[in-house]
Nanobody
Framework: QVQLVESGGGVVQAGGSLRLSCAAS????????MGWFRQAPGKEREFVAR????????SYADSVKGRFTISRDAAKNTVYVQMNSLKPEDTAVYYC??????????????WGQGTQVTVSS
């Protein structure tokens, strides 16, 4: 099993920034990709960003491209997402995910408990 613990959510004004962190523990050797999904009230959960476990490749949803940056600290088994130029539509619960597949499926194997991000206008 893999355990994921997120931190860094909060309330920020539009145009502001936040950085979310996700620490992985347990059978981390089984992971080949980590990333972030989010779910806004009344909407379906959606992909935000992913990074390969070796940090060699990243991908982003079109809605966050150019504003969000995903990165990884291998020594700490921690993944981050730096969120800049935040918009009210970025308001959601953000979930850290991990999976044995490098392509990170739509339903990753492991999920964190989620952290709330609220962007006020």
């Amino acid at each position: 099993q893999v355990q994921l613990v997120e931190s860094g959510g909060g309330v920020v004004q539009a145009g502001g920034s936040l950085r979310l962190s996700c620490a992985a523990s347990g059978r981390t050797f089984s992971i080949d990709a980590m990333g972030w999904f989010r779910q806004a009230p009344g909407k379906e959960r959606e992909f935000v960003a992913r990074i390969s476990w070796n940090g060699g490749s990243t991908s982003y949803a079109d809605s966050v491209k150019g504003r969000f940056t995903i990165s990884r600290d291998a020594a700490k088994n921690t993944v981050y997402v730096q969120m800049n130029s935040l918009k009210p539509e970025d308001t959601a619960v953000y979930y850290c995910v991990a999976d044995p597949s490098r392509v990170l499926p739509t339903q990753p194997s492991y999920w964190g408990q989620g952290t709330q991000v609220t962007v006020s206008s």
